[in-house]
């Protein structure tokens, strides 16, 4: 361990640091950096990027900040916090843009060198705030971080223009000796990096070593902390993204289900990252096509299904309403299709690459005709591995498109995950239909009774040769019908063919409080800031219970029943209602909506609040 | 390519059960006609057969074979066919598509599957209308053109499907036309052997919206001296004595000019497997429609790498270099600690 012994080090249970700076500087790359480290020495943690939707917004202004928010603990963690105990500024306008949620009594780490008039304009301050007052409420510290970096760098031999890039690795240095962070991983991974770029290595080597050495001999700080690890259930960890545990729940499911994996996408923010992943894992089978728009990665996906495969699409926001007629003709063919919606803040462009819940009734209804499909929602980043693997699995066993909602903020959120035991994971094969089902032919909408999933015909199967299509079909035969009598028997039987999904739900899981009238109910990536608010609420005495739905179309069976048993409904959504909206409509209950859409996820305070208001009414 | 295991059908086998139902006297009957009678000599098996189409008159076509089928969404045939194939080597992909299908909603998806030079074989029905929708204007509709939804005339400059689809890298380009099954059949049968996208015009008579659109060159008397057959290695001659040919003018502008004028040794030699494809666009800008003399046939023929067996060859080799896929392995491949 980190050798601190010219500071007390103080023990914290959790703080939330947040790396801000242009985005040029390299944030990410430095929350990522304190994250992996703290991850491997035992943490539970919980992290947000943010970052400006403009790959190149102009230098040192408001708009081209980035940030990146990391959460470390002992104890098990639910969001990346509300407000950063620390935030690290590299520039004018990354203090500008951060402080206001810096809570009095915060500590404050600026990069001093950029605070000179061009860069306090460019931020629209008319003053420099240090020194001013206005930042008295804080604990500040100065650090020369660009001066001082080019002076450590200066003999790895880089242009002082070049050395000065390194500056990250200085702040990253300095917050690895302030949090008692091992020192080893983040040396070890600068040197594989960047083992192609010598001069690179060296001076990020010697920055990160300078703010390090800075630390533990500035007379600055009082104070080293240690947070030491969480006592998490033993096994196995990694960090994961929502993006990353998705991808990976997709191969899982293909390989569950005995199929090659097929991703047909098109370059969307913020999905992308997941026909990345896949585009990686050729070993696997795993075809992907980058195809020309929505509609034709969509489209290829469901000719590959025709064709026996675990097809899927990922894409977000617009990308979403492109798709809505080949679900469609998905819905009609009766085959199985997984639509992977990364939500993100809309209508049109909206906020690419900020998070929101905004599509639920657009999965629900979005669609020409009555045309249902199941819906399920991840709940945290790790959580997208399983919820993958159930999509898979309604979509094969049922015959029908699945829509899987992820938002912006799971997809770049990371979490320590506790590895699955591959070798335990369930099998999800379903049959290829072979003989003739009916006196010696072979009817394509002829139904399991149970599921009423018709059979999956694939070509290349001799004797069951069928067309399918976008036509209405004669129950059975599959034969082009223009019956009204078979039509509505049809629209019915689509109806309950996903509505019948239910009955092998688990039923829904309340975390209940003897004495609770109020139940919190929400979905998607609202489960840390509901279960952190739950907790703070009990915590006050007050009692509370929650749950938290994973199926949203259709819902579990005792749904109806749990609602019932509380005077009492809060529903918390990063939407204006939609959840809401169809507990109301199905349920007849009373329930309370709480919105946000600011492209952030809920603070648990602010849920924590509403219940308060709730409970003492 | 004739595999012997491959049983001895008749047309009969490969017709469906279901009533065929575009107007009488539809052109696309002797279409379905050559299709079905070509099936039996390719030495292919049905259930290895699939025929994907969009929306339109000609995409019911699927439904009356019988093979494996489906009869897609407008325009987004390629698409799906797109996905059928580069995942299903072992299938012969056709697609069925027309003029508005393929040409105006679904144009995105046909010049990428050219691009790509997907394992398909495309059949574009044009009969420069649309027909489903009662007769408004397609974009191959001349400008000037009278329909419900121009009745003050067109003023759309239309596509010419042969020269878009040579801009579109297409590595096998050709066209015939509805009144003679044997040009059809024969067209069929080389596009069907071409590995990688094959794209096909026919010029297909649309009785009830568009009649005789292409009788100028396509009917019977007509034909001699109006089309302009394409043969590989040939001069490019036509007339009912061979007494018209093309040649190339000083500009390298195909014309067309009396045999006798010019001399036989100057008339151009067809080569379709020329790599460069400006020739075979050049041909293909020589009637400006179907009502002066038009090159049938195939345009062009050139090999290219297809993007099903490129993307599996990928497979193979990341397997060679990283064994079979290994989900454990995956799972524990990044940075992991122990609790
Ligand atoms: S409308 Fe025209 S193209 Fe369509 S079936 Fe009738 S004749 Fe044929």
């Known amino acids: 361990m980190t050798d601190t012994t010219a500071r007390p080090i103080k023990e914290l249970d959790h703080v939330v640091i947040r790396f801000a700076g242009d985005s040029g500087d390299g944030m990410q790359l430095t929350g990522d950096r304190f994250t992996s480290a703290s991850a491997v020495f035992g943490n539970d943690l919980s992290t947000m990027p943010d970052f400006p939707a403009e790959i190149r917004a102009p230098a040192g202004t408001l708009a081209g900040v980035s940030a990146f928010q990391v959460n470390i603990s002992d104890h098990d963690i639910l969001t990346p916090g509300d407000e950063p105990d620390v935030l690290v500024a590299m520039n004018p306008a990354a203090l500008k843009a951060n402080v206001g949620d810096l809570p009095r009594g915060g500590t404050l780490i600026v990069n001093s060198d950029t605070f000179d008039e061009r860069s306090l304009t460019k931020a629209g301050y008319a003053a420099s705030p240090l020194g001013d007052g206005s930042l008295d409420a804080f604990t500040v510290y100065e650090v020369p971080m660009t001066s001082l970096t080019i002076e450590a760098t200066k003999e790895a031999g880089a242009k002082p223009r070049d050395a000065e890039r390194s500056k990250n690795f200085f702040a990253l240095g300095l917050l690895t000796w302030m949090y008692t962070r091992p020192e080893e991983p983040t040396l070890q991974w600068i040197t594989e990096r960047f083992a192609s770029k010598p001069v690179v290595a060296a001076s990020n080597t010697l920055a990160f070593k300078a703010g390090h050495a800075f630390g533990e001999t500035a007379e600055l700080f009082s104070n080293a902390y240690e947070v030491r690890p969480a006592d998490l259930a033993p096994g196995e960890y990694t960090s994961i993204t929502g993006n990353v545990a998705l991808a990976w729940g997709l191969i899982a499911a293909a390989h569950l289900a005995k199929l090659p994996l097929f991703l047909g996408s098109y370059p969307i923010t913020p999905a992308s990252d997941i026909l990345h992943e896949l585009s990686k894992h050729k070993n696997f089978g795993v075809r992907t096509l980058q195809a020309e728009d929505e509609i034709a990665g969509v489209g290829a996906a469901l000719g590959a299904a025709f064709g026996g495969q675990l097809a899927c699409t990922t894409t977000s926001g617009p990308g979403v309403d492109l798709k809505a007629e080949t679900i469609g003709l998905a819905i009609s063919l009766e085959l199985p299709l997984l639509i992977i919606d990364i939500q993100r803040g809309g209508p049109s462009t909206g906020l690419p690459t900020k998070t929101e819940q905004s599509d639920l009734l657009l999965a629900m209804y979005g669609r020409h005709g009555e045309s249902p499909l199941p819906i399920v929602a991840a709940k945290t980043p790790s959580h997208c591995f399983e919820t993958a693997i159930e999509a898979a699995r309604i979509a094969l066993k049922y015959r029908t498109p699945v829509i899987l909602l992820s938002d912006g903020y799971l997809a770049n959120g990371s979490e320590p995950w506790k590895l699955p035991n591959a070798e335990e994971l369930a099998d999800i094969s379903v049959p290829f239909a072979t003989e003739p089902n009916h006196e010696g032919e072979f009817w394509p909408y002829l139904r399991d009774p149970e599921t009423l999933a018709r059979p999956w015909a694939i070509p290349g199967t001799p004797g069951l040769e069928h067309r399918v299509g976008g036509i209405e079909k004669a129950e059975g035969t599959g034969n082009i019908s223009y019956d009204p009598a078979n039509h509505e028997a049809m629209t019915h039987i689509r109806a309950a063919k996903v509505a019948g999904i239910a009955k092998e739900l688990p039923g829904v899981e309340v975390d209940h409080e003897d004495g609770a009238d109020l139940l919190v109910l929400g979905w998607g990536s609202t489960y840390g800031a509901i279960g952190a608010a739950v907790r703070r609420v009990r915590a006050r005495g007050q009692k509370v219970a929650s749950a938290h739905l994973v199926h949203l179309n259709p819902f579990p069976l005792d749904l109806g029943e749990v609602l019932s048993r509380y005077r009492q409904v809060l529903i918390p959504e990063m939407n204006l209602g939609q959840l809401s909206r169809l507990i109301r409509a199905e349920f007849l209950v009373d329930a309370k909506s709480l919105t946000k859409v600011q492209g952030q996820p809920f603070r648990a305070s602010e849920i924590e609040n509403k219940i308060l208001e709730m409970v003492s009414a | ?339």
């Open chain 2, 1 to 339: 390519m004739t595999d012997v295991s491959v049983p001895v059908t008749t047309k009969k086998d490969w017709s469906s059960d279901q009533e065929v139902r575009w107007c009488p006297g539809c052109g696309d009957y002797s279409i379905l006609t050559a299709v079905q009678m070509l099936m039996p000599e390719l030495g292919v098996r049905r259930e290895n057969t699939v025929f994907v189409s969009g929306i339109g008159c000609a995409a019911r076509l699927p439904y009356y074979m019988n093979t494996y089928g489906m009869h897609g969404i407008h325009g987004r045939a390629p698409a799906i066919a797109t996905g059928l194939a580069v995942t299903r080597p072992d299938l012969d992909v056709w697609v069925i598509t027309g003029d508005g299908d393929a040409l105006s909603i679904g144009g995105n998806h046909l010049i990428h599957a050219l691009r790509r030079n997907v394992n398909l074989t495309i059949l574009l029905f044009n009969n420069q209308i649309y027909g489903l929708t009662k007769g408004q204007y397609s974009p191959t509709s001349e400008v000037g053109k009278v329909t419900k939804s121009t009745p003050f005339g067109s003023v759309d400059t239309p596509f010419n499907p042969i020269s878009l689809a040579l801009g579109a890298e297409a590595t096998f380009v050709a066209r015939t036309h509805d009144m003679d099954r044997k040009h059809m059949m024969e067209t069929f049968r080389r596009a069907h052997a071409h590995k990688g996208a094959a794209f096909v015009e026919i010029y297909q008579n649309c009785n009830v919206f568009n009649d005789g659109a292409f009788e100028q060159i396509t009917g019977r008397e007509n034909r001699a001296s109006q089309l302009i057959p394409l043969v590989h290695g040939e001069p490019i001659r036509f007339g009912a004595e061979q007494e018209m040919g093309v040649r190339l003018d000083g500009q390298g502008r195909a014309q067309i000019v009396r045999v006798a004028d010019v001399g036989e040794e100057h008339i151009l030699v067809h080569d379709e497997a020329r790599e460069e494809p400006g020739l075979a666009f050049t041909l293909s800008r020589l009637a400006r429609g179907p009502h002066e003399p038009t090159p049938i046939g195939v345009f062009r023929a050139v090999e290219r790498p297809d993007y099903g067996a490129a993307l599996q060859q990928q497979l193979v080799e990341a397997q060679e270099r990283k064994g079979p896929g290994d989900l454990k392995a995956l799972l524990s491949s990044g940075a992991t600690w122990q609790v």
